[in-house]
């Protein structure tokens, strides 16, 4: 079965250090990935999406197919980055929905 | 500008009622889901429709049924809800995408269900 797995359910940093947020699938062939962010009282929304390469709030993910990760880094955190992250496959048959992971809690302290 | 809502907001019920919650949405979609969030299990996927006439059950469909009234509008009904349907409900909706594979899902903004 398509799975996905974000390892750490907290990942607790301090503000200005570094961030690596984890992600595993277990899709064959290139699945399509993405990145969702849910802030305090705010809707899930879109962060990145593999395809296009872009770092949005300083974030950036790359796809690694040999191990089969898409981690999503940051080199400063900053306090407004504290939200729940879910890493997010697209299925490569079928519907090709979304499969969403367990999600990861960033907390940026000060 | 275009949304995608909810209601209720916020619903206590008790154990064995009925309950629908309701999904709007504006985007001009094709596609709509809903999700249930759960401290530590993520968002996993209910059911979800790519059209009127397409309905299909996702991972966590037993104990839920939905009815997809228009393109617009999307209800997932709880029969005859128990204590771990508690949780956090999200409706999401998505265009069919042409060329490309990409299709962004948005979000409603959530409803909190509790069933004591």
């Known amino acids: 079965a398509q799975r996905v797995t974000q390892p750490e359910k907290l990942l607790s940093v301090f503000k200005g250090a570094p961030v690596e947020l984890k992600c595993n699938y277990s899709y064959s062939g290139s699945p399509e990935l993405f990145w969702y962010v849910q802030y305090s009282r705010q809707r899930l929304q879109l962060l990145l999406r593999h395809i296009s390469r872009e770092s949005i709030k300083g974030f950036t993910a790359d796809l690694n197919k040999g191990e089969t990760s898409f981690h999503l880094k940051k080199p400063f955190a900053q306090e407004e980055d504290s939200a729940m992250y879910y890493c997010a496959p697209k299925e490569v048959a079928g519907f090709q929905k979304l499969v969403f992971g367990t999600g990861t809690r960033l907390l940026v302290s000060p | 500008d275009a949304d995608v809502t909810q209601t209720p907001r916020n619903r206590i019920t008790k154990t064995g009622k009925r309950i629908m919650l309701e999904c709007s949405q504006t985007k001009g979609h094709d596609r709509m889901y809903w999700y249930r969030q759960d401290p530590g299990l993520g968002l996993r996927l209910i059911y979800y429709s790519f059209d009127v006439k397409d309905i299909n059950k996702g991972e966590i469909s037993d104990g839920y049924s939905v009815s997809r009234q228009a393109q617009a509008k999307f209800s997932l009904s709880l029969e005859s809800a128990i204590p771990n349907q508690t949780a956090l409900y999200f409706c999401?909706?998505?265009?069919?995408?042409?060329?490309?594979?990409?299709?962004?899902?948005?979000f409603g903004p959530g409803t909190r269900l509790t069933v004591l």
């Open positions: 999401a909706t998505s265009a069919v995408s042409s060329g490309s594979s990409y299709n962004e899902q948005f």
